[in-house]
């Protein structure tokens, strides 16, 4: 499995997890220049696959690598399947054992935040709460739904409070299972 240069990317971390929880035997590759240079990789025979990306790309400009069955979507990341992949299980779907699920969903957390925006501390409720709104205004605008929809791109915004609640969860993992992860990781 092709990897990007550190541990602390999901191109590392979700292959060494399912090493470690779930019985693969992926081995990690890492150097490689982020999502093209492990893409590129995975197309010239270097690697067998990569980890930790966006379905995007797979479904838009590489969607018929997909379709012609020359790249296999393995696993998804995030809390609900993509509805362009609805056999494809999650991460979370595939890992059952109670003791290796709170590390999972940890490591699995990036990928269901995502590409948030966020404000710095400080900032009053009021304006937080103006920011929220313009947020849930704009991805509900037909204009902006059209524009994305024409990249073969989704529109699945998480609203600001559901966001900010599953990070502060995040947060709050108990150090027991950040201590695992590490173990996992070699961190």
Do not use: C
Not at 23 to 39: E, H, L, Q, W
């Amino acid at each position: 499995m092709g990897a990007t240069g550190g541990k602390a990317t999901g191109s590392y971390m979700i292959p060494t997890l399912l090493n470690s929880v779930a019985g693969t035997r992926f081995k990690v590759i890492s150097g490689y220049a982020g999502a093209a240079g492990m893409t590129m990789a995975m197309e010239k025979g270097e690697t067998h696959g990569w980890a930790g990306g966006a379905l995007t790309g797979y479904k838009g400009p590489r969607a018929q690598q997909v379709k012609d069955g020359s790249v296999v979507i393995l696993l998804q990341s995030g809390l609900e399947r993509d509805r362009d992949f609805p056999d494809v299980p999650l991460l979370r779907e595939v890992v059952k054992d109670a003791e290796s699920r709170p590390a999972v969903e940890f490591i699995d957390s990036s990928n269901v935040v995502g590409l948030a925006i966020a404000a710095p501390a400080g900032v009053s409720e009021d304006k937080i709460a103006v920011l929220r709104a313009a947020f849930a205004r704009t991805v509900r605008d037909p204009a902006f739904i059209e524009d994305v929809t024409k990249r073969n791109l989704d529109v699945l915004p998480m609203e600001g409070e559901a966001l900010q609640k599953f990070v502060e969860d995040t947060l709050a993992t108990p150090q027991k299972v950040v201590d695992q992860v590490q173990a996992i990781l070699k961190l």
